[in-house]
Each structure stands twice: as structure tokens, then as C-alpha cells.
């Protein structure tokens, strides 16, 4: 999965849209609040952290944007999503 699926926005999603995500993501799955086992939440927070760290900085952003480019030109079996 990648950053963008982590966070269920589209590629081309604006600054405010992120942001908006990852915010309404962190609170469905904050350990604190969320029904299922702790792990799954405290693995869901990271993973959402995580994408949100990148696709919130344009230049973090671009250079990841640049790698998935150059994935999406490999080989289906050569593919390695964040």
C-alpha cells in the first residue's frame, strides 16, 4: 500500500485534503479510541504517521511522487509499494 492508499486520497489530492485525512484516519485508529486489538491500532497510527510525513512536505512529496513514477514503470513482479 502506499502513502496516498494509507490515507485514501487520490495522487493529485491538494494540501487541505491530506491533512484533512490523515486527521479523520487518526482518530478512527488513535490507540486510544479504537475498538480492535491495540497492535492493529498502534500499526495503523505508524503506517498513517508515516504517509502524512511525507505527502504533507511538497518536497518530500515530489521526491515520492517521483519514486512511485519510477515503480509504476517496473515490472508488475519487480513493484515495491511503500
Known amino acids: 500500500m502506499n502513502h ?8 493529485g489530492a491538494e494540501a487541505a485534503v491530506i491533512e484533512a485525512a490523515y486527521r479523520v484516519m487518526m482518530r478512527r485508529y488513535h490507540p486510544d479510541v479504537y475498538p480492535g486489538p491495540k497492535s492493529e491500532a498502534d500499526q495503523k ?3 498513517l504517521n508515516a504517509a502524512y510525513e511525507i ?3 511538497p518536497e518530500k512529496r515530489r521526491a515520492y ?14 513493484r515495491r509499494v511503500h
Request: cysteine-free; aromatic content about 4%; glycine content about 8%.
Open 4 to 11: 496516498y492508499e494509507e490515507l485514501g486520497v487520490d495522487r
Open 55 to 57: 505527502l504533507k512536505d
Open 65 to 78: 511522487d517521483a519514486s512511485l513514477g519510477s515503480k509504476l514503470n517496473q515490472p508488475l513482479e519487480n
Open 45 to 47: 497510527s505508524r503506517a
